[in-house]
Nanobody, 126 residues
Framework: QVQLVESGGGLVQAGDSLRLSCAAS????????MGWFRQAPGREREFVAG????????NYADSVKGRFTISRDNAKNTVYLQMNSLNPEDTAVYYC???????????????????WGQGTQVTVSS
């Protein structure tokens, strides 16, 4: 496992942007496919975006496609989620997650990730 710490959340208005960061410590992110998930009160944790360890391929939930961009800087052991055109439905706790080295690909299933951050709150007011 690897330790992950998210940052960058906050309270914004509809239409604003935020950039979340996920910094890894203890072990590098090399070889690990990464994902961002979110969980709103009373709802299940849902996949938001994923990126292969070499940044060659990304995947997005339909609800964020065209608005959110996932990226990573392996030299800095950091993954980012740029969120544009935020709306109140994006309000949730956002989690960064890492798959184990050797995993085949990005996954949209949260139970297939073995390392998680503590989450960062994103609140979008209308």
């Amino acid at each position: 496992q690897v330790q992950l710490v998210e940052s960058g959340g906050g309270l914004v208005q509809a239409g604003d942007s935020l950039r979340l960061s996920c910094a890894a410590s203890g072990r590098t992110l090399t070889g690990r496919h990464m994902g961002w998930f979110r969980q709103a009160p009373g709802r299940e944790r849902e996949f938001v975006a994923g990126i292969r360890w070499n940044s060659g391929t990304t995947n997005y939930a339909d609800s964020v496609k065209g608005r959110f961009t996932i990226s990573r800087d392996n030299a800095k052991n950091t993954v980012y989620l740029q969120m544009n055109s935020l709306n109140p439905e994006d309000t949730a706790v956002y989690y960064c997650a890492a798959r184990a080295r050797g995993s085949w690909d990005i996954s949209i299933r949260y139970h297939e990730y073995d390392s998680w951050g503590q989450g960062t709150q994103v609140t979008v007011s209308s």
